[in-house]
């Protein structure tokens, strides 16, 4: 009886791209031909993760809520449909593999890398305890691993302050309203140039922002225009501060004005904006600015004279999301309820509609009834098609590659001038749809991973949820809340509709 296999692939997160030449359809064949070869039969599978980090996990547990794909791998091995796992190599599981390969061993099923092979035992004989050759192996490679990727960071936090200081270009993102020039998408030493449809509503927030506007009204006209934000699917007051306050739009670039910190245990992440001064880098870049220093200073200084009171209110559990049933306007919080009510907090309509609700009612409400659709597993999850990314990313690159080929045949003088230009622009028509689907899929593939997360966090606290809405950070359950909610429709007698996304 042939030896059963199934197929791991993954590839890192952006900021461990550039280690990472090895794409998904790649992996995938290289493994089966490395199967294939030897006689096995392909029997579950292929588990394909693309662009997830496997080194922020303490635990296998927080690892299977956040990656589908490892939880579906581990699933199967545990329902004995698979012999042998074989994967491109060792760092394909990072530091998950360890607690990958134990956990496999207890199902009876071995790791096999493409790489760094080693030949595994007859499923018959199998014992996690028949032989040490694997754990050496193993093992050595997380140690060369780790080693690998401190190098990067290394070389990272060197190269990144040199990138603003000397060469005048953004440390890392293009900010908002700029891009690469056209043609010059992938060069890493572009300089970027204005957006024309973008970077004409910087300069609205801009001159909306000087004239007295607040955050939550500008904020309001750009989703009202549909324009699309730079990070996230919704405009947040604070993105709208963030782009404001930087600097690039005034001609200069900066680095180290804040950083990301993650909680290994708790897996929240947050923006740590209190750097001091000392340690950010502004220097004069390439680019050209949609406005002067003066302007600059201007908005700075706008900024401090509306204090604390424009900063916006400490965000609720329910923030953007209560929603009246009879106009579709949002529910404001106010400190005018009831003497009987703690702090007198209520909701109510903006538009003046007769719908209100106290904070704790609003709290228990959506408590059971969010509860009540957890137990019964009613939570719809977001569509996301792995086979597309795959296939998106494959086509991209394959225009590319067409793209370098006929760009060196005009550099060689085999291809005259017209016929590249007629060819260039028709790929690069269809580089840019192929940009689009894969930024579709990724879309699809990160509101899915965000909303598991959010059932992960929400589940951990089902059995309290009403005091688990009014003892933990707002912000943080709020953030949970958007991920599975797209609104809570309040309606006069005070009914809750759950609208999951």
Known sequence: MPIRFSIWAAVSTEAQAAADKTSLSEQETRCRQAATGKGWRESAGPFICPGESRTRYVNLRDAELAIPQLKALLDSAQRHEYDIL?????????????????????????????????EPLSPEVYSPYASDSSFIMEGMSHIISRAKIADLRRKYFFAMPLRVSERGLPAIAIPFGYRKPPGHE???????VANPVTSSYVTKMKEMLLNGKSIRQIVDMLEEDAIRPPHSRRWWPQTVRDILRNPFYAGYNRWGVS???????????????????KNIIIAKGKHDPLWDDATHQAILAEFARRGHSYKGKRSSVFTGLLHCSECDA???????GPRAIPDRLIWRCSRGCHVAITHPDAIQRVAADLGGALQDEEIPLPDANGAHLIQAQGMLDELERQRSRIEDAYQSGSLGLASFSERA??????????QLELAEAER??????????????????????????????????????????????????????????
Do not use: C
């Open 425 to 434: 622009a028709a790929i690069d028509k269809q580089m840019d749809k192929a």
């Open 259 to 277: 950083r990301s910190i993650l909680d290994p245990r708790t897996r929240r992440r947050f923006r740590d904006r209190a750097i001091p001064r």
């Open 86 to 118: 074989i994967l491109y190599d060792y760092d394909r599981l990072r530091d998950l593999l360890a607690l990958v390969s134990l956990t496999l061993s207890q199902y009876g099923a071995q790791i096999y890398s493409v790489n760094q092979p080693l």
């Open 186 to 192: 992938t060069d890493r030493k572009a300089v970027p």
């Open 330 to 336: 949002r529910l404001w919080l106010q400190g005018n």
């Open 444 to 501: 699809a593939g990160l509101s899915r991973l965000e909303t598991l997360r959010a059932l992960g966090g929400i589940h951990g606290a089902l059995a309290r949820l009403p005091a688990f809405f009014e003892t933990e950070e707002p912000v943080y359950v709020n953030h949970l809340l958007h991920a599975l909610l797209a609104k809570i429709i309040i309606s006069p007698g005070g009914e809750i509709t759950l609208q999951f996304r």
